[in-house]
């Protein structure tokens, strides 16, 4: 099994190898499309804005492998945080195109004119609620699913059918997006402990499973 954290200059790529290492699965982290074209799942990290995110994407010539193996091979792939939002088609962040891989946008958390006032960024460990076809990425054998966030930009879907799980902080949002072998976490599994260890050993046994 071939893992290739993706390298773009904004991923907290190897606190996810580590994590990844911890659970039992060997990975690398490039951004050599060579290395990327025999890769069985792909992750795509992001800490940072949006705009610089797809500029360094753009910089690097990356978008042609990854199309090539995300939408042509359906190579799963694992976008987490800023990975996530740029598998959507923009954000309110920046002036950038996304990806498009997903129907969507994403707008900035406003609780200036709500009773709550509501911290932003959102920050800190949130209960997660799994969409019913998520189920079998989750675990039952866990009392809650408690993940970490940072962040100040929330998925806006235009399918419902797209969100793999929810959370809320002020109202429900999308915190995990899915269509087909394309995944986004808004949360951070690698800083989550146990119910981040779990998430990500059923998600790349599942992936790759699908895969092969």
Not at 175 to 181: F, H, K, L, T
Not at 184 to 197: D, I, N, R, T, W
């Amino acid at each position: 099994m071939n893992i290739c954290i993706i390298d773009y200059g904004l991923g907290n790529s190897g606190s996810i190898q580590n994590m990844l290492k911890r659970i039992g699965f060997r990975s690398v982290i490039s951004n050599e499309p060579e290395v990327i074209e025999t890769a069985d799942l792909l992750f795509l990290p992001g800490v940072g804005s949006f705009d610089d995110g797809m500029t360094n994407l753009e910089q690097l010539n990356l978008i042609p492998i990854l199309e090539k193996k995300v939408l042509e091979q359906k190579t799963p792939i694992i976008g987490i945080c800023l990975g996530m939002q740029l598998l959507l088609a923009g954000s309110e962040e920046g002036t950038k195109a996304g990806l498009g891989w997903i129907k969507g946008t994403c707008k900035k958390f406003n609780f200036k004119k709500t009773p709550e006032r509501l911290r932003v960024p959102h920050m800190g460990w949130n209960l997660t609620t799994p969409a019913q076809t998520a189920q079998n990425f989750f675990s039952t054998d866990l009392p809650e699913l408690r993940y970490y966030f940072v962040h100040s930009y929330y998925a806006v879907l235009e399918d419902e059918a797209d969100e793999l799980c929810s959370t809320s902080y002020g109202f429900k949002f999308s915190s995990g997006i899915q269509r087909d072998n394309i995944i986004g976490l808004q949360f951070h599994p690698e800083k989550s402990h146990k119910f981040g260890m779990s998430l990500l050993k059923n998600l790349v046994n599942n992936l790759i499973s699908v895969k092969s």
